[in-house]
């Protein structure tokens, strides 16, 4: 459970490292800032993927506030813990290496979070559809801003 006990306090996250051969090398910095482009248009997708609940557990945990970002917004940002996708500070330095998905509940499946990853990221899949939604997700998917 990505927030056990209810109140102001921070919640459980599965922070995600992600960086391929591209991001690694000098430069590496375009090739972050088109992933975190395609990660922007699948943002409601996303959401789900990373909650075994559909975005439910994760309705308590992504608010805007404690070092999260809303739920129902994508953002990123170098150094910026309140952001969907962190770039580390020595990253934009430096203008190679990884960046942060920070969206994934703490009782994710991290083989669907890597999943989710590398249909956006490497194969270029679009669209915030599923295969196969379910009635929790689809009420999820109501929820979430357009």
Same mark, same amino acid.
């Given at each position: ?6 109140? =102001?306090? =921070? ?5 995600? =490292? *992600? ?38 557990? /994760?309705? &308590? ?18 150094? /910026? ?6 770039? @580390? &500070?020595?990253?934009?330095? +430096? %203008?190679?290496?990884?960046? #942060? ?5 703490? =009782?994710?499946? @991290?083989?669907? *979070? ?6 956006? $990221?490497?194969?270029? #899949?679009?669209?915030? %559809?599923? $295969? +196969?939604?379910? +009635?929790?997700?689809?009420?999820? &998917? ?5």
């Amino acid at each position: 459970d990505p927030k056990p006990m209810t109140g =102001n306090w =921070n919640g459980a996250g599965c922070h995600t =490292n *992600v960086s391929t051969i591209e991001t690694r090398q000098k430069g590496g910095i375009k090739a972050i800032e088109a992933a975190i482009e395609r990660l922007s248009k699948r943002h409601k997708y996303h959401i789900r993927m990373y909650d075994p609940r559909g975005g439910q557990d /994760n309705l &308590r945990r992504l608010t805007g506030q404690h070092e999260t970002s809303s739920i129902t917004e994508f953002s990123a940002g170098v150094a /910026n813990r309140g952001a969907s996708i962190r770039i @580390p &500070r020595q990253v934009g330095q +430096d %203008g190679f290496g990884y960046f #942060e998905d920070r969206r994934p509940s703490a =009782n994710c499946d @991290p083989y669907a *979070v890597t999943e989710a990853i590398m249909r956006t $990221v490497i194969l270029g #899949e679009t669209g915030d %559809g599923l $295969v +196969d939604e379910t +009635d929790e997700t689809r009420l999820l &998917r109501a929820t979430l801003k357009d």
